[in-house]
């Protein structure tokens, strides 16, 4: 037993030390309206469907809509409708609009139940006859958020998977935060954090540095430790060995 | 339709009342019919400034709630009759402001007059929101002091986004800024801030500079608008500002106290 207990010990790792990072997702999820009782007559039209638009379900997070559903309210009726949509390549995640009966069978089946979100766009045309890819916009957009104006104090510029460009100055008590590296064409007054999600590499670049507060990749020094050496200057900053280094252009 | 202006600073104690009071008498001896509405709510003292306290019967909420009509609360200027009044009420808070309210009024206001300046609280919570909210120009009224500045950097940047106009994305609020309590002795001392600084930081175009005058305290006293003290810098400055809200270009005058002779007058004049 002495010796059990040692080795889970041993094995203990390293983790303690890494904060699991827990991140929210967009996504955009289809809502299959399920009408009357679902019989056979309901994946016809399924069927009808898809033969128009093949690849229109696959892999899309789909959500059963049920305010139009009789029945349902018991696990076989839902376990028959599932077993038709998975030989159909459709594999729901929850319902919506369910009675308490409906959600009680739902959940017997492994279906959670909704309440918010909202209508929005579809992001593939479901007439098209061409099977789509995943239905997930993946258009290739530029992740840098460009900025033309004077950011005020009190507004919060976030590019949550580029860099921030800022064409004018960054008044005290703004907030600059970008995924990569933040650059502005001005006076930065407010705070800038680059590589806030843990981008060691991110840099910011600034044409006269006054800012109440830089931060890279989490580590941050205050405007009392940057000190008055780097204003009217245009500097870049970069962490190098664990601490933040503050040069000048030449 | 009447041109909507909404005096506003985010800090409090800058000159919004003293400057709406200004810019409203102003804009009626230039003829135009004017009202100015008090949109702080509990704590009201456009009243006092423009002298009329006395007659307050019925407010803005009043009106708002349907428990007067507008014209029982408008008090028109017995000294200029181009220029009314639109009290708040003192015993009510900003909850009793709405949008829908407020948006009625100011409707009602546009079919007789051609300008409603709306005088704001200070801060950014509800009744400074809906003193900007259908605003068509801003006249931000800052001193040239640090959290002055800091406070009116905000309140553009919200002009620029909580505002009607911004959110239906029509022409944005037209800012202006009106730079108060100047004193040109103490910004050549270092201890108050230039106005070339306070330019750069806020970039928006200047209205007028109006100087630290012993005047405003007198008129606000003796409830009548710094612009019938015609005499005074502040009350030369505060004209100038509103014909520049006219559209007319002048030369922006920077006056250091009360006595100027004429030739230092015209030694001192910067563009």
Request: glycine share 8%.
């Amino acid at each position: 037993m002495q010796s059990t207990s040692a080795r889970s010990a041993a094995t203990e790792p390293a983790v303690a030390n890494k904060r699991l990072q827990v991140r929210g997702r967009f996504l955009t999820a289809v809502a299959l309206p399920v009408g009357g009782a679902p019989g056979e007559g309901y994946l016809a039209a399924l069927d009808e469907l898809l033969k128009q638009s093949p690849g229109f379900f696959s892999d899309a997070p789909l959500i059963l809509d049920l305010a139009e559903a009789e029945g349902l309210d018991a696990q076989a009726g839902f376990a028959a409708l599932l077993d038709g949509l998975r030989t159909r390549g459709m594999v729901p995640f929850a319902v919506q609009n369910a009675t308490e009966a409906q959600k009680a069978a739902a959940a017997a089946v492994g279906l959670t139940a909704l309440a918010g979100g909202r209508e929005a766009a579809l992001p593939r045309k479901s007439a098209s006859p061409e099977p789509e890819p995943i239905p997930q916009p993946e258009e290739p957009v530029s992740t840098t958020v460009l900025v033309t104006e004077p950011v005020r104090s009190g507004q919060r510029i976030y590019s949550e998977r580029g860099d921030v460009v800022v064409v004018g100055s960054v008044a005290s008590g703004a907030e600059i935060i970008a995924h990569g590296n933040v650059h502005v064409y001005g006076r930065l007054r407010g705070r800038a954090l680059a590589g806030v999600h843990g981008d060691e590499t991110a840099r910011i670049f600034c044409q006269s540095l006054e800012a109440e507060l830089i931060a890279i990749a989490g580590l941050y020094k205050t405007s009392e430790e940057i000190g008055d050496a780097f204003a009217q200057r245009p500097v870049q900053a970069w962490l190098e060995d664990d601490a933040l280094r503050i040069v000048p252009f030449k | 339709m009447a041109k909507i202006t909404v005096v506003t600073s985010g800090k409090g104690g800058v000159g919004k009342t003293t400057s709406a009071a200004a810019i409203g008498a102003g804009l009626a001896m230039r003829g135009k019919k004017t009202v100015v509405i008090d949109f702080d709510v509990g704590l009201r003292n456009l009243d006092v400034i423009m002298g009329c306290e006395r007659r307050v019967v019925f407010d803005f909420i009043n009106v708002i709630q349907g428990e007067a009509r507008l014209k029982q609360a408008l008090i028109t200027d017995r000294r200029l009759e181009n220029l009314s009044i639109l009290a708040a009420s003192q015993t009510r808070d900003k909850d009793a402001l709405t949008t829908e309210g407020v948006e009625k009024v100011l409707d009602e206001l546009s079919e007789e007059f051609d300008h409603i300046i709306c005088d704001s609280p200070a801060g950014i919570e509800r009744g400074a929101h809906l003193a900007m909210y259908f605003a068509d120009e801003a006249v931000v009224v800052t001193n040239p002091e640090v959290s002055s500045v800091r406070d009116s950097d905000r309140v553009i940047g919200l002009l620029s986004s909580k505002t009607r106009r911004a959110e239906k994305g029509e022409e944005p609020v037209k800012p202006h800024l009106l730079l108060t309590r100047y004193d040109e002795a103490r910004v050549a001392r270092g201890e108050m801030m230039k106005i070339e600084d306070v330019e750069e930081i806020l970039s928006i175009p200047l209205l007028g500079i109006i100087p630290e005058s012993p005047a405003v305290l007198k008129a606000s006293n003796v409830g009548t608008p710094v612009v019938f003290d015609e005499k005074t810098p502040a009350a030369k400055a505060y004209t100038d500002a509103v014909a520049r809200l006219l559209g007319e270009q002048l030369e922006m005058r920077v006056q250091p106290g009360e006595r100027r002779g004429l030739f230092q007058r015209i030694l001192g004049r910067t563009a």
